[in-house]
């Protein structure tokens, strides 16, 4: 049986329009309890397919966050590796920018 998803509102990742982290109003999508997103479809939270330039994140260990180029968890992906501390990254240095499409939690 696979361990449940970490609680997000704990552990969780945001991926951000601004490449930097550095933009007075940076556009970005979170998920915190009671509201549930469609995370194998950006394009249905406030259209935010192939929009991500960054991610910062900090994840349990055992668990990894995958973040896919096409809908429904489809494409090519990048995987985000949980160890508990705050990080982050400009997926334009991974030629990932503009990318991401769907993500999903994975426990190891």
Not at 9 to 33: C, G, M, N, W, Y
């Amino acid at each position: 049986m696979a361990p449940e998803e970490p609680a997000r509102e704990r552990f969780s990742q945001a991926l951000k329009v601004d490449p930097d982290f550095l933009s007075t109003l940076p556009r970005e999508i979170t998920e915190s309890a009671g509201e549930p997103k469609n995370w194998g479809r950006f394009h249905s939270i406030d259209a935010f397919n192939d929009k991500a330039s960054a991610v910062r994140w900090c994840i349990p260990p055992g668990w990894r966050v995958r973040l896919y180029d096409d809908s429904n968890y489809a494409g090519s992906y990048k995987d985000f590796i949980g160890d508990g501390t705050l990080r982050e990254v400009n997926l334009n240095s991974w030629s990932y920018g503009d990318k991401v499409s769907s993500e999903r939690w994975l426990a190891f």
